[in-house]
């Protein structure tokens, strides 16, 4: 089975992948259906030239072709084999792939693509690619259906050199005419640059990245961090106040228990005078009894014989009368009890106003959203004055020390260890928290700056501005703006004007560059975490300047 199957592919037509039908071959030594062949040379009989598809070896005139009778013989033998296979369908070319520039008939799909040749090729037609020495020089890429893009439209070359100057891909003719005196370069080696800052922005963006993961982790844990509060909160004031309702319903409890102890007693004491008095009551009437008796008897002899006997009248251990006042026996209770209830109405509303500003301190330290417009960016605008101890020799301050102006001989400073002694640039007095915002009015280079103070005053690169991790800065030129920030720059695409702004969201780690014109424009946005107050900052270069505009 391998040997016919290695039979088949020996005897196959390298441009339609069939069984060779009427053999030639060719005087490079390679074999083709004679209609492929023709069909291939049909098309480059405009540039005079025929080449091999597999090895490119080029014949003028065009060869003669005569089919090759033992390449037939041997066809016709492995027809006989009925082992002859066509491609499975995956094999071919659909809608969506890029196909095989060389298959004729239904097309494969192209496994590369080669950027010198400018086709496509399938597994079959790429092999000499693998095979040939001047071809395995050439560039393969993935499939591409877009490398006609690569050839000049004008001059049909291929275009390997970049114009700078109209940022464009050219061929070498392009060079020698229109773009004659242009900046030029390699497109090959435009493309290393460019992946370079492609590198670069990309970094930039995974940093972003991670940071924004950060700050959604950090929020997260925030989040779960204020649901935990809130919920441990609810539950321990739950149990607080379940705990002062059974205090109270205790006490309502006790209170009822005391009443009911206490009426019993009374009413005791009560029951047994009115029992007393009943007994007394009793012995007054047998006494009045016997004193009637005597009193009936008529014999006077008799009667004074008796009224000796008779017993004396006891004395009554109560007064002569009881006298009903009119008490308020246990409504006292009911007043005490009330004065109760108000005392607590008092204690609970003054102590629900602490709890209610409590509630409303609770704070998750997130900061307001960024104004959009500079009216409302206005409202945190922070007046900035130029530190002259942090000056170097070069600048100039005026205006109130709001303005620096870089000058052509060294200015008369007093030694200070917060001066900048290597870049001519300057510091604030005023240290920055919180959310601020101010404009400044710019003439030639300037770098508008924030930093921390304790930024580096001397040491080439240590201390300027942009080239480490303790300082942001703008780069304000005549044609464009930069940011750097640790050594790594930013192109930034945006409006040049004479004055730009900055706002500052210190605890939200936010910092913005806006271009003011009759628009306001951002230009660049840091979202960061700063660990220290950070200081407004310039620097200027020759013969420029920068002010601090007054809020308005």
Not at 114 to 129: F, I, M, N, R, T
Not at 286 to 296: G, H, I, N, T, V
Not at 456 to 461: D, L, Q, V, Y
Request: aromatic share 6%; glycine share 4%.
């Amino acid at each position: 089975m391998e040997q016919n199957q290695l039979d088949r592919e020996t005897l196959s037509c390298s441009i339609c992948l069939d069984l060779l039908k009427d053999p030639v071959t060719i005087p490079c030594g390679h074999s083709y259906c004679m209609k492929c062949i023709n069909t291939h040379w049909d098309g480059e009989d405009q540039k005079g030239i025929h080449s091999c598809p597999q090895c490119r070896e080029t014949f003028k005139p065009r060869p003669a072709l005569k089919k090759n009778t033992m390449l037939a013989a041997l066809v016709e033998q492995l027809k006989k084999t009925g082992l002859q296979a066509a491609p499975a369908d995956h094999c071919y070319a659909g809608p969506e792939d890029v196909a095989c520039d060389v298959c004729t008939g239904r097309k494969l799909k192209a496994i590369k693509s080669c950027l010198v040749c400018l086709a496509s090729y399938c597994e079959k037609h790429l092999q000499p690619h693998y095979d040939s020495a001047p071809l395995k020089k050439h560039k393969l890429v993935e499939p591409s259906r877009n490398l006609q893009e690569n050839i000049c439209s004008r001059h049909d070359e291929v275009m390997k050199i970049f114009c700078r100057t109209d940022q464009k891909c050219i061929c070498y003719l392009c060079l020698m005419d229109d773009h004659k005196g242009h900046d030029t370069i390699p497109a090959a080696a435009e493309r290393t640059e460019r992946q370079r800052e492609l590198q670069v922005r990309r970094e930039n963006i995974q940093q972003r990245i991670q940071d924004r993961e950060k700050d959604v982790k950090l929020l997260q844990q925030e989040l779960e961090a204020i649901n935990h509060s809130a919920d441990k909160t609810v539950e321990d004031s739950e149990k607080i106040f379940t705990e002062l309702i059974r205090l109270i319903q205790k006490r309502s409890t006790d209170v009822k228990q005391q009443i009911r102890s206490q009426q019993e007693t009374v009413g005791s004491r009560v029951k047994e005078l009115q029992e007393e008095l009943e007994q007394e009551i009793t012995e007054l009437k047998r006494k009045d009894a016997e004193l009637k008796q005597l009193s009936d008897i008529e014999d006077h002899s008799q009667f004074l014989n008796n009224y000796p006997s008779l017993s004396a009248l006891s004395e009554s251990t109560h007064s002569s009368s009881i006298k009903i006042r009119p008490l308020s026996y246990f409504e006292d209770v009911t007043a005490a009890v009330s004065e109760l209830r108000y005392q607590l109405q008092d204690i609970l509303r003054d102590a629900w106003i602490n709890v209610s500003l409590r509630l409303t301190e609770v704070d998750v330290l997130l900061s307001e959203p960024e104004p959009k417009s500079r009216a409302g960016f206005l409202k945190y605008s922070r007046e900035i004055t130029l530190d002259p101890n942090t000056a170097n020799n070069e600048l100039l301050l005026s205006e109130g020390n709001r303005k620096v102006t870089r000058m052509n001989q060294p200015q008369s400073y007093s030694r200070h260890p917060d001066r900048f002694t290597d870049y001519s640039q300057v510091l604030s007095r005023e240290s920055l928290t919180g959310q601020c915002y101010w404009e400044v009015e710019w003439r030639e280079d300037v770098y508008v700056v924030v930093a921390y103070k304790n930024i580096s005053r001397a040491g080439r690169g240590e201390c300027g501005f942009g080239f480490n991790d303790k300082s942001w800065a703008l780069i304000c030129s005549q044609n464009s703006h930069e940011f750097v920030h640790n050594r790594i720059g930013t192109s930034i695409s945006g409006p040049v004007s004479s004055r730009v702004a900055v706002y500052l969201d210190h605890r939200a780690g936010i910092l913005s560059f806006y271009s003011i014109s009759k628009t306001m424009t951002l230009l660049h946005r840091v979202q960061t975490t700063f660990t220290q107050p950070l200081h407004a900052g310039i620097w200027v270069g020759l013969r420029g300047s920068a002010e601090f505009c007054k809020p308005k």
